[in-house]
């Protein structure tokens, strides 16, 4: 199992990726982003290729155009939306910090809010999160280069007296863009029967499927 | 960037030994890791690259799936997209009750295909509960923006082609999105209960439905 979180390279966003990535998205030509963020279309071009980095100010234009891309909602309302969830929803950061966990979530866990939230994934799963977790870390997850993941896991839950919960989920992966410019790890997904996951499985073809950004 | 990759694979004689060690070095894994995404042993990865044994007809094809889906660059999915990737029960219906997008996991549930829900009105689906909702958010003022969130327990109950009906247990959560064409649509997402699950939350909400209207 590899976990690099040692190289701070894989958890710095790569901003040549990112702002390629949500122009294409949206379909657009780099002079009509320059336009909607008051630059010259040189200016994205040098961003794109890597030989300039953007300004803060455009760095956080840039993300909240990617959140508006996917939410109606401000960041701090879709927290709370997504605590209330009640299917499994949890939203990690790069250090591995589980910084919320929906209540579908803590319904599979069978276990309580202070019991998820704030722990390091390492210290509260075995099994195939902390895996995943060093494999899409690897990928330049964090940095922006992936757009979605699907895969299967089977989650195995230690809570703090030590007692383990596992089950097997099916999850979707996506980079969540929140404020201050980090990219968090959004997990949804559904707790699913033995066969369910066995099927799942042989149809993504491996356990994790990833689509890489544009 | 994976040009080099992609040009190995079309290549009509794939020669696996480099496929492989490329895919696994460009994506930093080890063979074990790549072992296991693929359900078969490190030797069998060892043997491959080492081009003492072929991959299979059958495994070619999966390795030529992962591959490719590695290396093909997706745009961000929109929230339609997304809602309909979901591992969940989600859906995302019309103020006429029509089922425009339904999850992975409304496929599973339902034991259906996209094509027998989606473009079909909520009455043609259900009966009992879900078509309660719909009403109740109608009569709230969902649909003209007075609520901002609702959250349900309910009793999904499928009608199924021979006439007969097949129930279990849901809770939900009901948002309004504003789509592109202006108008409000009905989100959900949620997940299946059982029995005892569905009871509590019942008590636990007083009833079907509460709903938190809008400031």
Known sequence: MSTVVSNPEVLTIHWPTVIRHVRLSRGLKQASLAQDLGVTQTMVSRWEAGNARPSARIRTQIFDMIWT???????????ERARRNPSSVAVINSTGLVE???RGLLRSLKTVRGQIEGRNLRQAFRGDIPKRFGSLVDRGFFQGKIATVESVERVVFTDFDGHDTPFWQHSLHRPLFVANQRICWLISGASVSRPVWQDVRQRLGSAMVVRKAI | MATKEETILHLPQTHWPSVLRH??????????????????????????????????DAMQARLKRLFDAATIGVPMPNWREITALQPSMATIISRAGVLETVSQGVLREFRMTRSHIEGHHLNEIFSGDALTLHRSLIDQGFFDGAVEMAESV??????????????FYAHRLHWPRRDVDGEIRWASDGARLRKDEFIAIRDELGGQLDVILSL
């Open chain 1, 69 to 79: 891309l996917t939410s109606s909602l401000a960041r701090r309302t879709w927290m």
């Open chain 1, 100 to 102: 919320l966990a929906s």
């Open chain 2, 23 to 56: 895919h696994r070095f460009t994506h930093n894994l080890k063979q074990a890791a790549l072992a296991h995404d693929l359900g078969v042993t490190q030797a069998m990865i060892s043997r491959w690259e080492s081009g003492r044994a072929t991959p299979s």
């Open chain 2, 154 to 167: 309910d009793v999904m109950s499928l009608r199924l082609a021979n006439g007969m009906k097949r129930d």
